[in-house]
């Protein structure tokens, strides 16, 4: 399997909270990230936590990092339908093969509905 | 914060011919860049990293000869997709990364072959 999962869809009517689950696998991760895709473009980093922090808060974003469970999460305040896009966790990796490179989810719908 | 343009945004190419693809990191230096190729609906799957000045590592199944990474300057890289065929078709994307900045995304190429 993936070491980095996500669920795949998410449904959330605007002006609620949207939570986005992530597990992964290295134990050793330094930095955690939130990457957001709209249709037809790049990632762009939404946010990022680092190893040693539980939680992480910027504007309507929080991140939540449990690292004994390796799970990480994002919540979105008040979703609007710009937030409507795919989100990726990440993880930076740490392995002889792997060490600075990205380990992507397979992304997370979300779908904001009015 | 730190920028990744890459060029074109798509390109429509016939069956034999070879693309390439840019990056290039605007207002920093950039000794690492990564190249992804995409699929409709699915995460970023992760080609070649291209460290400034030596041979770009390759990823396990990626043909080298057919995906050619050049990184000649701290501040570009380019893909070459030679003897392109419609298999090729996808979304390309680059990341380049530095101390400050962490990882940094361009904002893709829709590459069509016909």
């Known amino acids: 399997g993936e070491d980095v999962e996500q669920s795949l869809f998410l449904s959330v009517r605007e002006g609620d909270s949207s939570v986005i689950n992530c597990t992964y696998t290295?134990?050793?991760?330094?930095?955690l990230y939130w990457y957001k895709q709209e249709p037809g473009a790049g990632l762009q980093l939404l946010t990022y936590?680092?190893?040693?922090?539980d939680m992480k808060q910027d504007q309507r974003l929080t991140v939540l990092l449990n690292k004994k469970d390796k799970h990480l999460s994002l919540r979105i305040a008040d979703t609007q339908t710009g937030d409507s896009a795919i989100y990726f966790c990440?993880?930076?990796?740490?392995?002889?093969?792997?060490?600075?490179?990205?380990?992507f989810g397979a992304g997370t719908q979300v779908v904001v509905t009015p | 914060g730190a920028v990744v343009s890459q060029h074109p945004s798509w390109v429509i190419c016939k069956s034999g011919t070879s693309v390439k693809i840019e990056c290039r990191s605007l207002?920093?230096?950039?000794?690492?860049m990564f190249w992804y190729r995409q699929f409709p609906k699915q995460s970023l799957m992760l080609m070649a990293t291209?460290?400034?000045?030596?041979?770009?590592?390759?990823e396990q199944g990626v043909e080298k000869d057919k995906f050619l990474i050049n990184h000649a300057s701290l501040t570009l890289s380019t893909l070459t997709v030679t003897s392109a065929h419609p298999e090729d078709s996808s979304f390309y994307i680059c990341?380049?990364?530095?101390?400050?900045?962490?990882?940094?995304f361009g904002s893709g190429t829709r590459l069509t072959v016909v």
């Open positions: 990341s380049a990364r530095d101390r400050a900045y962490g990882y940094t």
């Open positions: 290295d134990s050793s991760s330094t930095y």
């Open positions: 936590i680092f190893s040693n922090m």
């Open positions: 990440a993880e930076a990796g740490r392995g002889a093969d792997s060490w600075g490179k990205l380990q």
């Open positions: 207002d920093f230096q950039a000794t690492t």
């Open positions: 291209s460290n400034e000045g030596s041979k770009a590592t390759y």
